[in-house]
Each structure stands twice: as structure tokens, then as C-alpha cells.
């Protein structure tokens, strides 16, 4: 990937105007408060829209640090305005300065239409108006273009999540992320803007993740329980309430064009593969469909902020002028500028081990094959010393492997939003985790795309939890990890009417991995591990079948049955390039 500086020359504006206070009117007359950061000459221009629950405070000088908390430095944010642009930043509803309650996800459809469209109103603005953002930020941008704003040309969506039942944040397939616990029910208004703080939240592991059933951890934490956390913990299946501070299900409504950006160990890269694919297919216009583009960093949450992710060092191609081009996006759908934005490649991944990026027409990268490696075992594949093995050849007659899952004694990995490619050698000696190598590989193999599991498996509970990790195993030993996936087997057909298991019965699940880019150099090893836990990062299932896992306290220990013979080939499907 090439950095543009071309993107940030000639800057025309040197003064900035700040203006506080201005107010939004939302449909059902909630006032939503907004601040304005400009050039200091007589408009009109176009916007930048940032909707946050993170505080919008903006300072006049912009010193170094003051604006860490908003989607990018004061470098960035400078620039904007130099090239001519107002951003306008507002607080969602029921934060900070804005009025209304604060009620995660289900207002910032409503609430980012009726913005967009009064900024649209504004003599200040020429009528062209783009929103930027990560995580939540991220989140709004996309609840704001399904509702089709006038002014709305792009977005640019930095680690969003799509379905929050499904891919990744609150919820992924099921399984309930805890970390949730403390970005939202406990930071009342208290400023997200220092991103020390904001680190801190996300690595913190709190005694009260133990508490059971998860919907009582507000009083565990001693705070009043919002009265959306009680709604939300009242809705265990993906129902209405879920649809509603949901957008996947109206992506063939997006008229603007997006660029996607994430990283591979953000906890919600789902969202920004998913988004992008999903609009490719049916957005509403070919502009849309035409204008997605993908960026996927070797990075976590603070997509770009390093090129050491965790104890892995990607090299320093790892870390790019992401704001370039970010403005170079912004100026050629908003200013009519940036010659070459239309033919520029339109997904840019960082592939791990290469550590270089590459380029592609699409996501999954065109001339991908789908490959079979199947799990086999003696019938101890307990642990990474186990006789687990993963491999291309059919499997024939074999016993199956078996672990026992105590909710009360989980496999804990302690959490860090951070951490990226942790190493799995901490969790993968526990017994009740099953772990699947290859033999080491002789040539590079490169591993892009999405990844799947056919998974034939038993359980003597009502209810359980799969959760699958894929890894890279280096010839010192050390076991990178790449990607997971997880899902709840109530919901194996549906996540709108779940289903318990028949104990003991074998039922057929096909599971979804995410998706990494990886090059698994000569003598490095491919690992799949199965398990049924990865606590705190996730709540535990409980195993009891209760019919709202969020209210449940009652535990079941379960033994768990994985097969691998000629009728029942488990095996993970991985996306081979080259």
C-alpha cells in the first residue's frame, strides 16, 4: 500500500473557528447537542459528521492529546479543516451534552437521519456531507445511510460491527461479550477523549465478569441498572428489539460509497468485511455498490496505531498514512476531487507472515480455493500434546475425542482488546481443549479469506457453547493466534427461534471462523482448537437449556463429544491464494 501525501498538500485554510452548542432537534423533539470545528473564513463547505457517545468536546488550539478520544489525532483532524472542511461533532442521544436517555444502538437511525438533514439545512454547509469514525462512531455512520439522508455521499466506518446478535459486539452468534459490562453500563459520563483511559477499560479484567446470571453484574459493580441493559438482558434471541438497533438487514438501502477499515484482531472485523460485501452485492445504487472499498490492517481496535500488535512486530510497512487516505476518500465523493479514487484497488489487506500488503478486485479475493482439513485423532487430542492432528486426507475409522466443560472452571484468557496474536500455548494444555495440528508445512501456504468449520458433535447438556480458534503454530513453539469463532448451539438454526439439544444426540454444525490473511511459512504448523469456553472475553454458557440464558444461574457440567470418522468428517475449510 502507498501512502498519498499528495492527499494533504496545499493546505488552504490556517485558522480554525470553533462553535459550541448548537442544537439539533431530533423527530420527537429530543434536542441533541453539536459542536462545529472550521475554517475561520466565510463558507459554505462541506462537512465531516462525527456522532459519538465518547464526549464531542473539542478544544480551539487542538494541542497534542486533546483530541486522542475522537476518530483520529489533532494532525488529522487539522487537516480537514485546511482542506476546507467543517466538522461537526455531535453526542448521541443521553450523553454528555445531549439530551434524551441513553439507550445503546436502537436511536442512532433516527437520530443520525434527522443530523444529517439538518446539517443538509445549514447555510454553512454546501450540500455535501461525509461521517468518519471507529467502533461506536462507526456504528452511527452506517445507522445514519441505511435511513438515505439527503447530503450523504460517504462514510468512513472504522471497526464496525453489522448484526449485533451476530458479528462480534454486543453479541457474536450468541455468546454475550462481557467487556460490554464496562464500556457501557459503568461509564455513565464520564470523557472517553483519553485514550489511556479507554486502553484501561479494555484490558481490565473485573472481578464482577464472575457474577451469574450476567444480568445482575450492575449490581455486582454497584451502580444503578440502566433501564436498557434490563431491556436488553429480556431479550436473549434475535428478535425485534435486536432488528432494531441493527442495520445489516437494510444494506440494500445504502446510496453512499464507504471505506471500510479494520484490522484483523479487532473484535469486530466481522463488521467491516460483512458491511462491505453485503453492499457490494445489494446496495441501492451502483454508486454504492461501486464505491466499497476495504482496508484490513494487522491491527486491533485502535486501527493504524502500531506495527508491534501484541508481541508480534509486522514491520514498519505495517503502519500507513491512513489519513491520507481517508481525505483522499472524503475529497473525491465530497469535493468532486482526488483524480483516481474510482480505479484505485478496492480491497487492501496486510497479509501476516508475508507482512506486506496486497491488492485485490474483491473481497474474498477472486481465484480463492476452498480446501478441506480434516480433524483426526487417536482419541486424545486433549491438549496441544495430544495425538489431535489436522490434515488434507480423507478420515477413515476413528474414535472420537472427548472433553468435560465446567462452566464454573472455564478456559480463561484474560482479556485485552489489544493483544492481538496472543500466545494459545497459555490456554491450549488444558484437557478441555482440544487441539488439531498439521504436520509442518513445506511450502508457504497462504491462508485469505473466510473460514469455516463442519463440526459433528454431542453433548450431554441441553445447551453448550462451541468455540473454535484457529493458530499458527511457529517451529519454537509458539502458538500465534489468529482468528476465532463461536456460537451457541441453541442457535445452530436459528437465531430468531432456538433450539436445545437431544443429549447425547450428533448434530452436524456449520461454524463460522471470521477470516484472517496469513502466509504459514515453511516448517510452521496449522492448528485448529476446539473448546466450549474463552472467559472473560465471552459469557459462559451455563449448559442448563433455561430458556433466558442472560437470567440463568443454574450450572450444568457437560461432556462433549467431537467426530471425526468416514460418516462424520469434521473439518475446517480454509480460503488457499496462490
Known amino acids: 500500500m502507498q501512502d498519498l501525501p499528495q492527499a494533504l498538500s496545499s493546505p488552504r485554510f490556517s485558522d480554525l473557528r470553533v462553535t459550541h452548542g448548537l442544537v439539533v432537534t431530533a423527530r420527537d423533539g429530543t434536542e441533541l447537542c453539536l459542536d462545529l470545528l472550521g475554517p475561520d473564513a466565510d463558507g459554505p463547505f462541506p462537512v465531516v459528521l462525527i456522532r459519538t ?91 445514519a445511510a441505511v435511513t438515505k439522508p439527503r447530503g450523504l455521499k460517504a462514510i468512513v466506518p472504522i471497526g464496525a460491527q453489522s448484526d449485533l446478535f451476530v458479528s462480534g459486539f454486543p453479541i457474536y452468534n450468541g455468546a454475550f461479550a462481557l467487556p460490554m459490562t464496562e464500556l457501557l453500563v459503568t461509564m ?30 450492575p449490581e455486582a459493580i454497584g451502580t444503578p441498572t ?16 435486536w432488528r432494531r438497533g441493527s442495520y445489516d438487514e437494510s444494506l440494500d438501502d445504502v446510496q453512499v460509497p464507504a471505506l471500510n477499515i479494520s484490522g484483523w484482531y479487532d473484535l469486530t472485523f466481522f463488521g467491516a468485511l460483512q458491511n462491505y460485501r453485503e453492499v457490494r452485492r445489494r446496495g441501492a445504487t451502483d454508486e454504492a455498490r ?23 512486530d509486522f514491520g514498519p510497512g505495517a503502519v500507513i498514512g491512513l489519513g491520507s487516505h481517508v481525505i483522499r476518500f472524503l475529497d473525491h465523493w465530497l ?64 474414535s472420537p475425542d472427548t472433553y468435560c466443560y465446567d462452566p464454573l472452571d472455564p478456559v480463561r484468557a484474560p482479556f485485552n482488546m489489544h493483544a492481538g496474536p496472543v500466545d494459545d500455548r497459555e490456554i491450549s494444555g488444558r484437557a478441555d481443549v482440544l487441539c488439531f495440528t498439521s504436520d509442518p ?36 513453539g509458539y502458538a500465534q493466534f489468529l482468528t476465532h469463532g463461536v456460537l451457541r448451539a441453541r442457535f445452530r438454526e436459528s437465531f430468531e427461534h432456538p433450539k436445545l439439544l437431544e443429549p447425547g444426540q450428533v448434530e452436524a454444525y456449520d461454524l463460522d471462523l471470521g477470516a484472517t490473511a496469513n502466509r504459514f511459512l515453511p516448517g510452521h504448523r496449522i492448528r485448529l482448537e476446539v473448546m466450549s469456553s474463552w472467559f472473560p472475553r465471552y459469557d459462559r454458557n451455563l449448559n442448563s437449556g433455561a430458556e433466558n440464558q442472560f437470567l440463568d444461574a443454574e450450572v450444568v457440567v457437560a461432556e462433549q463429544t467431537i467426530y471425526h470418522d468416514a460418516e462424520r468428517p469434521s473439518a475446517v475449510v480454509l480460503p488457499i491464494v496462490g
Open 53 to 143: 457517545p465518547y464526549d464531542k468536546v473539542v478544544q480551539r488550539e487542538l494541542a497534542p492529546g486533546t483530541a486522542q478520544g475522537l476518530p483520529y489525532d489533532h494532525e488529522f483532524m487539522h487537516s480537514l479543516v485546511q482542506r476546507g472542511y467543517i466538522l461537526a461533532i455531535q453526542d448521541v442521544r443521553g450523553r454528555f451534552n445531549s439530551d434524551g436517555e441513553w439507550h445503546a444502538y436502537v436511536h442512532e437511525q433516527e437520530d443520525g437521519h434527522d443530523t444529517v438533514e439538518w446539517i443538509y439545512e445549514q447555510p454553512w454547509c454546501n450540500g455535501s456531507i461525509g461521517m468518519v469514525g471507529r467502533s461506536y462512531v462507526g456504528f452511527t455512520q452506517w445507522a
Open 226 to 241: 440502566p433501564r436498557w441493559w434490563t431491556e436488553m438482558m429480556n431479550h436473549p434471541n434475535r428478535d425485534a428489539y
Open 335 to 398: 469535493k468532486g476531487e482526488g483524480e483516481g479514487v474510482g480505479s484505485d484497488p478496492r480491497v487492501q489487506i496486510f497479509v501476516m507472515g508475508e507482512n506486506a500488503w496486497r491488492t485485490a478486485k474483491d473481497w474474498p479475493l477472486p481465484g480463492t480455493r476452498y480446501e478441506r482439513f480434516h480433524l483426526s485423532s487417536g482419541g486424545h487430542a486433549n491438549g496441544h500434546e495430544g495425538d489431535g492432528r489436522l490434515s488434507t486426507d480423507t478420515p477413515g475409522a476413528e
Open 441 to 476: 508445512l513445506e511450502q508457504p501456504l497462504d491462508v485469505i479469506g473466510p473460514i469455516s468449520l463442519e463440526l459433528y458433535a454431542a453433548s450431554s447438556a441441553r445447551d453448550t457453547d462451541w468455540h473454535l480458534r484457529l493458530v499458527d503454530v511457529h517451529p519454537d
Open 290 to 312: 461501486e464505491g466499497q472499498r476495504l482496508v484490513m490492517g494487522p491491527w486491533g481496535h485502535w486501527a493504524n496505531a502500531s506495527a508491534a500488535v501484541g508481541p508480534v
Open 188 to 217: 455513565g459520563r464520564r470523557s472517553f477523549q483519553i485514550r489511556d483511559f479507554m486502553n484501561s477499560v479494555l484490558k481490565t479484567n473485573y472481578d464482577y465478569f464472575e457474577t451469574l446470571p450476567i444480568a445482575d453484574i
